[in-house]
């Protein structure tokens, strides 16, 4: 249907309950999101106004430009301050670094913390160009954190106050 439409963004509001069956083959907005070729917000609180603490969360792939984008165009000017979530691993850790000393290994984890901090750097700075907006027409707040994105992710929401979370999917 929303591709017969034309529509640029698919919304659906989250159910209430989740039954046995939607505990083991997932809710209709989830089998949407999977399968949809759009974006697809999903809501699971009625807005109580502008957003005042608006947050993504991306990974340095194809879809982070998009989700960028998309951000941008679900916060309108004025912005508030948009904070960025970002979760990095080394690949393989518990596998090559089990000998590593501490201090090597957090070394290691600085290392990639700075190379996922630039490669967002670039990101946000080409999303800004795309939307026609001078760099310092947004105020980032950027934090790179070490874990799994599935627990970073979800322990930032749990300890902050934002209103509105942006994500893509790698689906």
Same mark, same amino acid.
Not at 90 to 114: C, G, K, Q, V, W
Not at 118 to 126: D, E, F, K, N, P
Not at 156 to 170: E, I, N, P, R
């Given at each position: 249907?929303?591709?017969?439409?034309?529509?640029?963004?698919?919304?659906?509001?989250?159910?209430? /309950?989740? +039954?046995?069956?939607? +505990?083991?083959? /997932?809710?209709?907005? =989830?089998?949407?999101?999977? +399968?949809?070729?759009?974006?697809?917000?999903?809501?699971?609180?009625? *807005?109580?106004?502008?957003?005042?603490?608006?947050?993504?969360?991306?990974?340095?792939?194809?879809?982070? *430009?998009?989700?960028?984008?998309?951000?941008?165009?679900?916060?309108?000017?004025?912005?508030?301050?948009?904070?960025?979530?970002?979760?990095?691993? $080394?690949?393989? =850790?518990?596998?090559?670094?089990?000998?590593?000393?501490? =201090?090597?290994?957090?070394?290691?984890?600085? =290392?990639?913390?700075?190379?996922?901090?630039?490669?967002?750097?670039?990101?946000?700075?080409?999303?800004? $160009?795309? $939307?026609?907006?001078?760099?310092?027409?947004?105020?980032?707040?950027?934090?790179?954190? %070490? /874990?799994?994105?599935?627990?970073?992710?979800?322990?930032?929401?749990?300890?902050?106050?934002?209103?509105?979370?942006?994500?893509?999917? %790698? /689906?």
């Amino acid at each position: 249907f929303a591709a017969a439409q034309a529509a640029e963004l698919i919304v659906m509001g989250r159910g209430s /309950g989740r +039954t046995w069956r939607d +505990t083991f083959l /997932g809710s209709t907005a =989830e089998r949407v999101m999977r +399968t949809a070729r759009l974006p697809v917000l999903a809501v699971r609180l009625a *807005p109580r106004g502008p957003y005042h603490q608006p947050a993504m969360a991306i990974d340095l792939d194809e879809a982070a *430009p998009r989700v960028v984008d998309w951000l941008l165009r679900l916060v309108p000017p004025p912005r508030p301050r948009l904070e960025v979530l970002h979760a990095f691993r $080394a690949p393989f =850790e518990n596998l090559l670094y089990p000998s590593l000393p501490r =201090e090597d290994l957090e070394e290691r984890r600085a =290392e990639l913390r700075h190379d996922a901090s630039i490669q967002l750097a670039g990101i946000l700075t080409q999303a800004l $160009a795309r $939307a026609g907006l001078a760099p310092g027409e947004i105020r980032w707040k950027v934090h790179v954190r %070490h /874990g799994s994105a599935r627990t970073v992710i979800a322990k930032a929401v749990k300890q902050s106050q934002f209103d509105l979370l942006v994500l893509g999917t %790698h /689906g």
